[in-house]
C-alpha cells in the first residue's frame, strides 16, 4: 500500500498515527508528495489532488482521511478505534468531526496568510478565527465525553490541537485550558502521535 502525504497535513498525521496504533505501519509505504505541483500518482489516486489518499494494493484508491482511518480501523489489528455501535460510536465520529473542522479552518487561515495581502479576504478570515475559537471552546467537553483513552476521536483532536499550535502559536489554545493541555501532553506521548508530530 501506498499513502501519499505531506509532513505538515493534520489530516495525514490523523491517518499516519491511526495506521501505527493499528499495526499496520509497516505495511504502507509513505511517500511525500508536493500537493501544490499536481502530481500525477496523487491526481491518480485521488483526483482532488489533497493529502492523504492512500492506494492499496488491489489498485483501489482511499481519501479522505475519514475515509482511510475507517479502513485502516476495519483492516488492522487490535481493539477497534471507533466502536461498532451504540452511542459511543457517535460520540467517537462527532469528535473526529470537531477535530476535522478545526483543521479545516486552522489550514484555510495558513492558506489565506500565504496569500498577497491584495488577495486577502479579511471579512472570511475573522469569521474563521471566530470559528476556531468556538470550536477550541467545545474541545475540553467533547474529550470528557469520549469513551475509553485512545479512539479515533482522540487521535484526532490531538493532532488537530498539535496543527493549530504549530500553525498559529499566537491562538495559544493552552491558555486557560489546564486540564486540555495535560491530556494532549499525555496523548502526545504514544508512540503514534510521537513518531508522526509535526515538522
Ligand atoms: N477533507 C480532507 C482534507 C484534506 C486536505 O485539505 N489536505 C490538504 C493538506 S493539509 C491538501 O492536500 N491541500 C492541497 C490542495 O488543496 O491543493 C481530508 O480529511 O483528508
Given at each position: 500500500?501506498?499513502?501519499?502525504?505531506?509532513?505538515?497535513?493534520?489530516?495525514?498525521?490523523?491517518?499516519?498515527?491511526?495506521?501505527?496504533?493499528?499495526?499496520?505501519?509497516?505495511?504502507?509505504?509513505?511517500?511525500?508528495?508536493?500537493?501544490?505541483q499536481?502530481?500525477?500518482?496523487?491526481?491518480?489516486?485521488?483526483?482532488?489532488?489533497?493529502?492523504?489518499?492512500?492506494?492499496?494494493?488491489?489498485?483501489?484508491?482511499?481519501?479522505?482521511?475519514p475515509?482511510?482511518?475507517?479502513?485502516?480501523?476495519?483492516?488492522?489489528?487490535?481493539?477497534?478505534?471507533?466502536?461498532?455501535?451504540?452511542?459511543?460510536?457517535?460520540?467517537?465520529?462527532?469528535?473526529?468531526?470537531?477535530?476535522?473542522?478545526?483543521?479545516?479552518?486552522?489550514?484555510?487561515?495558513?492558506?489565506?496568510?500565504?496569500?498577497?495581502?491584495?488577495?486577502?479576504?479579511?471579512?472570511?478570515?475573522?469569521?474563521?478565527?471566530?470559528q476556531?475559537?468556538?470550536?477550541?471552546?467545545?474541545?475540553?467537553?467533547?474529550?470528557?465525553?469520549?469513551?475509553?483513552?485512545?479512539?479515533?476521536?482522540?487521535?484526532?483532536?490531538?493532532?488537530?490541537?498539535?496543527?493549530?499550535?504549530?500553525?498559529?502559536?499566537?491562538?495559544?489554545?493552552?491558555?486557560?485550558?489546564?486540564?486540555?493541555?495535560?491530556?494532549?501532553?499525555?496523548?502526545?506521548?504514544?508512540?503514534?502521535?510521537?513518531?508522526?508530530?509535526?515538522?
Amino acid at each position: 500500500m501506498k499513502l501519499y502525504w505531506s509532513p505538515a497535513s493534520p489530516y495525514a498525521r490523523k491517518v499516519r498515527a491511526t495506521a501505527r496504533e493499528k499495526g499496520l505501519a509497516g505495511r504502507i509505504e509513505e511517500k511525500i508528495v508536493e500537493t501544490a505541483q499536481d502530481p500525477a500518482d496523487l491526481i491518480a489516486a485521488n483526483p482532488l489532488g489533497k493529502v492523504p489518499a492512500l492506494a492499496l494494493d488491489d489498485g483501489t484508491t482511499l481519501f479522505d482521511s475519514p475515509v482511510i482511518c475507517a479502513w485502516l480501523d476495519a483492516e488492522g489489528d487490535g481493539p477497534a478505534l471507533v466502536p461498532a455501535a451504540g452511542p459511543d460510536r457517535f460520540l467517537v465520529l462527532r469528535a473526529e468531526a470537531l477535530a476535522d473542522g478545526i483543521m479545516d479552518l486552522a489550514v484555510g487561515l495558513t492558506m489565506e496568510r500565504r496569500k498577497p495581502e491584495d488577495e486577502r479576504a479579511p471579512t472570511t478570515a475573522a469569521r474563521w478565527r471566530g470559528q476556531l475559537a468556538r470550536a477550541l471552546d467545545a474541545v475540553p467537553g467533547e474529550v470528557q465525553r469520549l469513551p475509553g483513552a485512545a479512539t479515533l476521536g482522540h487521535i484526532a483532536l490531538a493532532a488537530a490541537l498539535a496543527y493549530v499550535e504549530f500553525r498559529h502559536p499566537d491562538i495559544g489554545w493552552r491558555a486557560g485550558r489546564p486540564e486540555l493541555t495535560a491530556w494532549f501532553e499525555s496523548l502526545a506521548a504514544r508512540p503514534s502521535l510521537a513518531e508522526t508530530a509535526p515538522q
